[in-house]
């Protein structure tokens, strides 16, 4: 039987993480629930300094070793699995302190400090950022050794490393730059996970100049639909595998887990026998036993993400999944309908670096950043393909990115990566855009479809330009022109 602890019974700890080894010291001090699993102290850790994510890391408290369990076929030891643990189970006291360790080659050491120890209160915000110094080292820059060298690089005008350098660094680094506004948004994408799913809705300022009212832009949409179009459109594995998960909610009584409001594991291993799943190393046999949570299951988890977007269910943390009177509707509407009722949703509700995890690199999206992608879609000409390269390169120049596009860059890699997921598959799924895609051996026999090129449907095309007001389209098309 699950024991619910009372609010009363919960603690804050004020926590202040520091780099260790580095002088003048580089830290952060935060706010966290004594519920939270080391597991989720570790995204905090990766939050608030801006690590990537992509190396193993370990929490030594007292003398026991703490992370993934997986791990330790790389070691000489088993670790404890830090799921399992949190914070309260440590019983920690004002003053206790404990090493969280991040890249066994850098050998980033952090001293975990519990600076107070304050009682529950439901006015105070958690997860909360409360303040830092200094900006935390390049990812993969050697230690701390190797951070003093770049330092050194980057002062010296004349040091022939110097522009290469900072282009590897991103373009710029001031060692004692914390950027606030990156880190207060990174802490939001981990509260998703702590906190109830309406986190999980974007964190822009909704700029509404120039769109289209959904409800007219729908309308002048489907004016524009050709029966080839809409026969595509019915055909879409997003709205079968949409209509099933309602169906699903509908006709089960499925709760979120009390750690995350994600789909508990039954549920999620029944979507996937009608939804399916994807995994480039596992069969389906052995993925299911060793996945751990919804969002480990891409498929479902972004359908789960697009009906909540959509607003055609509810629920949350502990709190029943139930369809919306909008679900409802969605059930009986014409797949047209069912479509761009999906797309709305994404396009102004949907938090899109939700649908790229583990380790995203875009860490930020600007409020304006829809309004940038929808001009660079609509610049595209009919039955024009873009070079996926070419557009990748253009996003992240704007976003102040400066990576050389060649394929040995592995930086410019993983920002692609992210596009692709943020941008391009949700939009593939809706049947918007269509991929070209070619094999690549990624190791061994292992292989993987890499995209090349990318081109808009005429329906996809049409939802775009029906969704701006006509006389800005008409202004973007003469420049264009």
């Known amino acids: 039987m699950e024991i619910t602890l009372a609010k009363s019974d919960q603690k804050i700890l004020q926590i202040k993480i520091t780099l260790r080894e580095i002088k003048p010291p580089i830290w952060r001090r935060v706010l966290v629930s004594d519920q939270m699993t080391l597991w989720n102290l570790h995204e905090v850790i990766q939050a608030v300094f801006g690590w990537e994510g992509y190396h193993l890391h370990e929490f030594r408290i007292g003398n ?30 004002k003053g206790s302190q404990f090493t969280y360790l991040y890249d066994f080659g850098d050998n980033w050491k952090h001293t975990v400090l519990i600076e107070k120890v304050l009682p529950y209160d439901k006015n105070t915000r958690l997860l909360q950022f409360l303040e830092g110094k200094r900006a935390t080292p390049p990812e993969d820059v050697g230690g701390e050794f190797g951070y003093s060298q770049f330092l050194e690089v980057i002062k010296n005008l004349k040091d022939p490393e110097h522009e290469s350098s900072l282009i590897w660094a991103g373009g710029s680094f001031d060692p004692e730059l914390v950027d606030v506004k990156k880190i207060n948004y990174r802490i939001d994408l981990v509260a998703q996970q702590l906190n109830d799913w309406n986190l999980r809705f974007n964190v822009w300022i909704v700029d509404p100049e120039d769109w289209v009212d959904p409800n007219v832009a729908l309308n002048n ?195 692609i990566d992210d596009i692709e997921e943020t941008i391009i598959k949700p939009l593939e799924a809706l049947g918007f855009i269509i991929g070209k895609r070619e094999e690549k051996l990624l190791y061994g026999s292992i292989k993987s479809e890499k995209l090349v090129s990318f081109q808009l449907s005429d329906f996809g095309r049409e939802a775009f330009r029906t969704m701006i007001n006509i006389s800005f389209y008409r202004e973007l098309k003469a420049k264009l022109n």
Do not use: C
Not at 76 to 84: G, M, N, P
Not at 280 to 299: G, H, Q
């Open 64 to 93: 026991v070793i703490y992370g993934d369990p997986e791990d330790s076929e790389f070691m000489d030891f088993v670790k404890e699995d830090e799921e399992l643990y949190k914070l309260s189970d440590f019983n920690f006291n």
């Open 221 to 415: 949409w489907l004016k524009t639909l050709q029966k080839i179009d809409l026969e595509k459109i019915q055909s879409l594995p997003l709205l079968t595998n949409m209509s099933y998960l309602l169906s699903y909610l509908r006709d089960n009584k499925i709760s979120g887990t009390s750690s995350t409001g994600n789909f508990p594991q039954k549920a999620v291993k029944d979507l996937v026998e009608k939804i399916g799943y994807s995994h480039p190393l596992l069969d389906k046999d052995e993925f299911s036993r060793l996945f751990k949570n919804e969002d480990d299951v891409w498929a479902v988890y972004f359908i789960h993400l697009m009906a909540y977007w959509a607003e055609l269910i509810t629920g949350g943390k502990g709190k029943l999944w139930k369809l919306t009177p909008m679900g409802e509707t969605f059930l009986k509407s014409p797949p047209a309908e069912q479509l761009h009722n999906l797309f709305m949703g994404w396009w102004f509700r949907g938090n899109w670096l939700v649908t790229r995890h583990p380790y995203n690199r875009l860490e930020y999206l600007h409020y304006t950043f829809p309004r940038f992608i929808h001009k660079l879609l609509t610049s595209i000409l009919t039955s024009q393909s873009m070079d996926f390269i070419k557009f990748s390169k253009r996003i992240l120049d704007a976003m102040g990115f400066y990576e050389d596009p060649v394929p040995e860059n592995f930086q410019f890699q993983m920002l």
